[in-house]
């Protein structure tokens, strides 16, 4: 496998936020009279905000314009709570700069909404190293469809075959899978024993200053 590419998931991939994101969710939903638990919250914390509360509540229980209310107050709350701790997980900066400097793409397939991407990409001044960006509002199908990282392949211009994803959660592992592409998968929400069972898992890791990554260059 020649690497041509390396893409990333954003939340709990590049930044460790996914416990700030289920505590948001959980207060949101529970003050929807969802009745559900923490855990159950992070268990249905994948793909769009809208596929979310269509598996809790079922199809089309807010009007559009409510559901988007309630989903901006839940970005805010999130926001404000993670700015104080808002920075990229262990290593990443360096890593994402020798990849630069070794001539390998960089791209960002994530399920958030644009007002956390510019809230991370901003915060942190990432744009200049990501010249493509693929998010919520771009893709039709959420992860675990492989939409967002072909996507992102193919604005890259590098078939799906020469990328690897980097990942947090099991359903973006699959998503990764699905279109064809090795992964690694970063243990900030859920353990490697949760990642044994994809046969394109190269390694987990916990953080980019793992030596294992040493052997992707």
């Known amino acids: 496998m020649m690497t041509k590419a390396?893409?990333?998931?954003?939340?709990?991939?590049?930044i460790d936020d996914m416990q700030y994101h289920t505590i948001a969710w959980h207060k949101i939903l529970s003050d929807l009279n969802a009745g559900i638990s923490l855990e159950d919250t992070k268990l249905q914390m994948y793909g769009k905000a809208e596929e979310m509360f269509d598996r809790v509540f079922g199809a089309n229980k807010f009007e559009e314009n409510t559901l988007q209310e309630i989903i901006l107050q839940k970005?805010?709350?999130?926001?404000e709570a993670f700015k104080?701790?808002?920075?990229?997980i262990n290593g990443l900066d360096v890593f994402l700069e020798k990849a630069k400097a070794q001539s390998i793409k960089l791209a960002i397939g994530t399920a958030a909404p644009k007002t956390n991407v510019?809230?991370?990409?901003?915060?942190?001044?990432?744009?200049?190293?990501?010249?493509?960006?693929?998010g919520a509002e771009d893709v039709i199908?959420?992860?675990?469809?492989?939409?967002?990282?072909?996507?992102?392949?193919?604005?890259?211009?590098?078939p799906p075959e020469n990328c690897i994803v980097f990942e947090d959660s099991p359903k973006g592992i699959e998503a990764a899978k699905n279109g064809g592409m090795k992964a690694i998968a970063i243990t900030s929400f859920h353990p490697a024993e949760d990642f044994k069972d994809f046969d394109n898992v190269l390694f987990c890791i916990e953080n980019y200053e793992d030596v294992k990554l040493k052997g992707l260059f």
């Open 84 to 88: 104080p701790h808002l920075k990229l």
């Open 75 to 79: 970005e805010l709350a999130y926001q």
């Open 141 to 158: 199908t959420s992860k675990p469809d492989p939409e967002v990282f072909l996507k992102c392949a193919e604005e890259l211009s590098v």
């Open 6 to 14: 390396f893409i990333f998931d954003m939340n709990g991939t590049m």
């Open 118 to 134: 510019d809230y991370v990409l901003d915060g942190l001044n990432l744009r200049n190293l990501f010249p493509v960006v693929v």
